[in-house]
């Protein structure tokens, strides 16, 4: 099974400043014939279920804000939320679905 | 509007079973891969197991491989999750979730079931 590890488990961060949170999978989920990793992001508010926020490592859920962008390949990824809102407080998990699926162990975002 | 609506959850001993459902309204339910997730109190999420479309491909995490078993009712819009020989690490909620079918994430996802496996 691919492993997913994510860094760090928790950050705090201040209101309007950039969070940035990494994940990396034990193999490449990049999907060579077309070209996409299959990597996706979700945030996880208290008491809700998880929402996807991002797929393909870097494209963005509709209706997701644009302050909420992925990058990577391979097996390295970033979630970054470039100007952090008190709504964004949560927990965030990457997930591959490469092969078969795997979630990351969480990172919780606080307010600094 | 898509829903997916859980049942079935509760309290049950060591080694007793369970079988949850998941209603699902808003979609072609018959086309898509379905999906069970679990979330330990306090704890992240868990891939448990996903059925195809037509309920003849199941696969499951290896940890739970022989005591669970996923199935669906597409006359009925229902999904399903048995459970046997429950353990106390089996206790979380238990959240149904819808593929996408172009990207293939989880793009729906039900407010989940809590399954209690207490004496």
């Known amino acids: 099974d691919i492993v997913m590890t994510q860094s760090p488990d928790s950050l705090a961060v201040s209101l309007g400043e950039r969070a940035t949170i990494n994940c990396r999978s034990s193999q490449s989920v990049l999907y060579r014939s077309n070209n996409k990793n299959y990597l996706a992001w979700y945030q996880q508010k208290p008491g809700q279920p998880p929402k996807v926020l991002i797929y393909w490592a870097s494209t963005r859920e509709s209706g997701v804000p644009d302050r909420f962008s992925g990058s990577g390949s391979g097996t390295d990824f970033t979630l970054t939320i470039s100007s952090l809102q008190a709504e964004d407080v949560a927990v965030y998990y990457c997930?591959?679905?490469?092969?078969?699926?795997?979630f990351g162990q969480g990172t919780k975002v606080e307010i600094k | 509007e898509v829903q997916l609506v859980e049942s079935g959850g509760g309290l049950v001993q060591p080694g007793g079973s369970l079988r949850l459902s998941c209603s699902a309204s808003?979609?072609?339910?018959?086309?898509?891969?379905m999906h069970w997730v679990r979330q330990a109190p306090g704890k992240g999420l868990e891939y448990v197991s996903a059925?195809?479309?037509?309920?003849?491909?199941?696969y499951y995490a290896d940890s739970l491989k022989g005591r669970f078993t996923i199935s669906r009712d597409n006359s009925k819009n229902t999904l399903y999750l048995q459970m046997s020989s429950l353990r106390v690490e089996d206790t979380a909620v238990y959240y149904c979730?819808?593929?996408?079918?172009?990207?293939?994430?989880?793009?729906?996802w039900g407010r989940g079931t809590l399954v209690t496996v207490s004496s």
């Open positions: 997930q591959q679905y490469y092969s078969s699926w795997t």
């Open positions: 059925i195809s479309a037509d309920g003849g491909s199941t």
């Open positions: 979730v819808k593929v996408d079918a172009v990207a293939g994430v989880f793009d729906y």
């Open positions: 808003g979609f072609t339910f018959s086309s898509y891969v």
